[in-house]
């Protein structure tokens, strides 16, 4: 059962979906032009609206393969986690002020080169050209504000990002699109290449230091042989030099490696600091562990003597048994390592956060490669001192021209070396390929974006509905009028009848106001003969109900009107009625019977006049009117007058029904007054006009006075808005038959 309180029949009220339906069909018209003009507003602004275009630029941003910039990739499965997060850290990356202001600058360079300014709005600065004619772009921050609309999303489910642009202009749209993408790309190139680029720059420096090194060394070599020195050296010295300037040499090309793995190692570890400021210190206590440290102790041991025999043994290839089984060692020795280092990494990722995994991977890759090259320069070290040695034997007249060639071979060496690292550097620098690639570039859009004029209007329709069903209801719940039968009923207030408005009423051009008399089908009428039956079977005696007095809370709501019709309709029935005008204030009856106001009531009870004279008959058969007469200054003691109270007793023995029209009951005392005079009083309340808390302080003041309260009549309500069903009944039955029936 649905929530409500009971009314006077004790069931159950609700508000159902007919209510509402019979609310809204009660306001019709102010629903009907909230409407139309929510429709004509989304009509105006869809008219209006400025074509906004959007294109679109397609990307795939896979996750950087392999763990350093030098080495291949020691755990390529980790590439694979964690791709949804890489994702949303670039589309951050792409939405950056940083990167945003990259993209402005592109864009205005662009404007300043296009012969076409026309086609340009985004980068148009309003303000400034209000007041001066031409074309003004935007600053280089004001334009990276406006670049935070571009949208940058990602695919669900898959490693693609599309940058959408949009602006009035479809060419606008698509360059901004697509210098977009063309700035991210080249900033995650620069990324991708920063450790490459940073050795590669070392290495440059270098061989530039190596290369003059060089040539000072050959001058100094051939000073000393144009001095009249010795000129040449035997086999023996020659060969003792050659092979000590190449281990030499790669000792030096090796502290040059270890130089520039010292620069990305400290590159890393402050990336790694700003995230983690401990886990740098960890690593490096991790990888210089005894066991891993006596690993790469022993593979640097063995390369070195690889490389002692190589330059020892006379035909010895890299092919040779013994070349091979230093080989097998090396790579035995390698793979043990490599073992050691998985587990290590797996310790470590197991515990890191996805956003460090990456770098920590690079940083131990790159710390056990630190520590290879100075264990390799320890060893090569012990051998260039074993050389050291057996120079110093040489003869004491060749000892100066051995250092010299000894020097000037080491450094030719070394240039040769650290050119070879360079060109390798530089040449995986540029083959390095960033992790971005455009598939599909912003084309110039044919068809705007936005607005969806019919979406707009469909919009406005559908919330100018919304707005008069809620100004219907708004104004329903904060109007406390009375609107139907049912509002009185719920007060337990008894309804005697309900009469639909109809044309006319008194101070109207239109002469229907006697309607009982001048439409006697029409619905109106048929409500009079209905309350008219209401009343006659109100009592059980009618003898008892002689006298009945009209009144209303309020002026305005059409007492006067169902007074004059309901004598009317009691006339009809072969009754003899009088209807008498006690409105003194403000007398209306003479007016709908064209008669003239004095003589009337107050002028026979003062004595100015006869009751002859006072009396008038109607049109209507049986009916009798006396209007109000001449109006005293004391209306109220007037009425409360032993000659009234005398004159009703006499004309209760000459009519069957005497009907008076009094004012409003709360704006003056007049109708109090007279209810304690007649047999029965009826109280008029207008649909939508009589508030509701002043129709019960009008009850409750004629039942203070200890009268008969017959009901009130319902004035002004329309059938079809709330009781349709009556009226679909009633023209049902009043209506001509046909000639068919």
């Known amino acids: 059962m649905e929530n409500g309180s009971q009314d006077i029949y004790g069931l159950q009220e609700s508000t159902t979906l007919k209510d509402y339906i019979r609310l809204i069909r009660a306001n019709w018209i102010p629903v009907l032009v909230i409407t139309l003009a929510g429709l004509l507003v989304a009509i105006f602004y869809a008219v209006k609206a400025t074509d906004i275009y959007k294109s679109t630029v397609t990307l795939k941003i896979s996750r950087p393969q392999g763990g350093s910039v030098l080495t291949s990739p020691l755990l390529p499965e980790f590439q694979e986690w964690g791709n949804d997060r890489f994702i949303a850290n670039?589309?951050?990356?792409?939405?950056?002020?940083?990167?945003?202001?990259?993209?402005?600058?592109?864009?205005?360079?662009?404007?300043?080169?296009?012969?076409?300014?026309?086609?340009?709005?985004?980068?148009?600065?309003?303000?400034?050209?209000?007041?001066?004619?031409?074309?003004?772009?935007?600053?280089?921050?004001?334009?990276?504000?406006?670049?935070?609309?571009?949208?940058?999303?990602?695919?669900?489910?898959?490693?693609?990002?599309?940058?959408?642009?949009?602006?009035?202009?479809?060419?606008?749209?698509?360059?901004?699109?697509?210098?977009?993408?063309?700035?991210?790309?080249?900033?995650?190139?620069?990324?991708?290449?920063?450790?490459?680029?940073?050795?590669?720059?070392?290495?440059?420096?270098?061989?530039?230091e190596k290369y003059d090194e060089l040539n000072a060394a050959e001058e100094t070599l051939r000073d000393f042989q144009e001095r009249g020195g010795?000129?040449?050296?035997?086999?023996?010295?020659?060969?003792?030099?050659?092979?000590?300037?190449?281990?030499?040499?790669?000792?030096?090309?090796?502290?040059?490696?270890?130089?520039?793995?010292?620069?990305?190692?400290?590159?890393?570890r402050k990336e790694l600091e700003a995230q983690n400021p401990r886990m740098a210190d960890y690593l490096k206590s991790l990888t210089s562990q005894a066991y891993i440290k006596a690993i790469q102790d022993e593979i640097a041991?063995?390369?070195?003597?690889?490389?002692?025999?190589?330059s020892q043994k006379d035909g010895l290839t890299l092919d040779s048994p013994v070349i091979k089984e230093y080989d097998r060692k090396i790579n035995e020795l390698r793979k043990e390592l490599d073992k050691e280092l998985e587990v290590l990494k797996a310790g470590i990722f197991a515990s890191s956060p996805e956003e460090v995994k990456e770098l920590t991977q690079k940083i131990i890759i790159e710390e056990v490669r630190n520590q290879s090259l100075q264990t390799s320069i320890k060893e090569l070290d012990k051998i260039v001192q074993g050389y050291e040695a057996r120079f110093m034997k040489l003869p004491k007249n060749a000892i100066e021209l051995a250092r010299l060639k000894r020097n000037s071979e080491a450094l030719e060496k070394l240039f040769l070396l650290v050119e070879q690292r360079y060109q390798e550097a530089l040449i995986n620098e540029q083959s390095q390929p960033g992790n971005v690639l455009i598939i599909d570039d912003a084309r110039i859009p044919t068809f705007p974006a936005k607005p969806n004029r019919t979406l707009i209007i469909i919009i406005g329709l559908l919330l100018g509905a919304g707005l008069a069903v809620g100004y219907v209801f708004v104004k329903n719940y904060f109007d406390d009028t009375v609107k139907t039968p049912d509002d009185i009923e719920k007060r337990k207030i008894n309804v005697l009848a309900w009469v639909p408005s109809f044309n006319g009423g008194f101070g109207s051009n239109d002469s229907v106001e006697f309607i009982v008399e001048q439409r006697p089908d029409s619905i109106p009428s048929e409500a009079f003969r209905a309350l008219r039956t209401r009343i006659q079977f109100s009592r059980v005696n009618t003898e008892s109900l002689k006298t009945i007095l009209i009144t209303s809370s309020a002026p305005q709501e059409g007492k006067t009107t169902i007074a004059v019709n309901l004598s009317g309709s009691f006339a009809h029935s072969k009754k003899n009625v009088l209807l008498i005008d006690c409105d003194l204030r403000k007398p209306a009856v003479h007016k709908l019977f064209g008669k003239e106001r004095i003589p009337g009531l107050i002028d026979f009870l003062t004595g100015n006049a006869k009751f002859e004279e006072v009396l008038n008959r109607s049109q209507v058969s049986n009916l009798s009117f006396i209007t109000s007469g001449t109006i005293p200054p004391n209306p109220a003691e007037m009425l409360d007058s032993q000659e009234m109270r005398s004159f009703l007793k006499k004309l209760r023995n000459e009519y069957d029904l005497i009907i008076l029209d009094s004012p409003p009951i709360i704006a003056v005392a007049?109708?109090?007054?007279?209810?304690?005079?007649?047999?029965?009083?009826?109280?008029?309340?207008?649909?939508?006009?009589?508030?509701?808390?002043?129709?019960?302080?009008?009850?409750?003041?004629?039942?203070?006075?200890?009268?008969?309260?017959?009901?009130?009549?319902?004035?002004?309500?329309?059938?079809?808005?709330?009781?349709?069903?009556?009226?679909?009944?009633?023209?049902?039955y009043s209506r001509p038959e046909s000639k068919s029936t």
């Open 90 to 208: 670039e589309i951050e990356i792409m939405q950056s002020f940083t990167a945003r202001q990259i993209v402005a600058s592109t864009l205005i360079d662009s404007f300043y080169r296009d012969s076409d300014k026309d086609r340009y709005f985004v980068l148009l600065d309003y303000t400034f050209l209000k007041e001066n004619p031409g074309y003004s772009v935007k600053t280089n921050d004001a334009l990276a504000n406006s670049l935070s609309d571009v949208s940058v999303d990602q695919k669900r489910g898959l490693d693609i990002v599309e940058i959408s642009a949009q602006s009035p202009s479809p060419y606008e749209a698509a360059l901004i699109a697509n210098v977009y993408a063309a700035q991210y790309k080249k900033l995650n190139l620069e990324q991708n290449r920063n450790q490459l680029t940073l050795v590669t720059e070392f290495l440059d420096e270098q061989r530039k």
């Open 230 to 268: 010795l000129i040449a050296l035997d086999e023996r010295a020659s060969t003792l030099i050659s092979v000590l300037a190449q281990f030499e040499a790669q000792k030096s090309a090796t502290q040059v490696d270890l130089m520039a793995s010292n620069k990305v190692l400290e590159n890393l």
């Open 301 to 310: 041991k063995l390369e070195v003597n690889k490389q002692v025999v190589l």
């Open 670 to 732: 007049d109708s109090e007054i007279l209810t304690s005079m007649v047999d029965g009083t009826i109280l008029v309340v207008s649909s939508e006009s009589t508030e509701i808390e002043m129709m019960e302080r009008s009850v409750e003041l004629i039942k203070r006075e200890n009268t008969q309260f017959l009901g009130t009549v319902l004035n002004n309500f329309s059938y079809k808005s709330g009781y349709g069903s009556y009226y679909k009944y009633y023209y049902y």
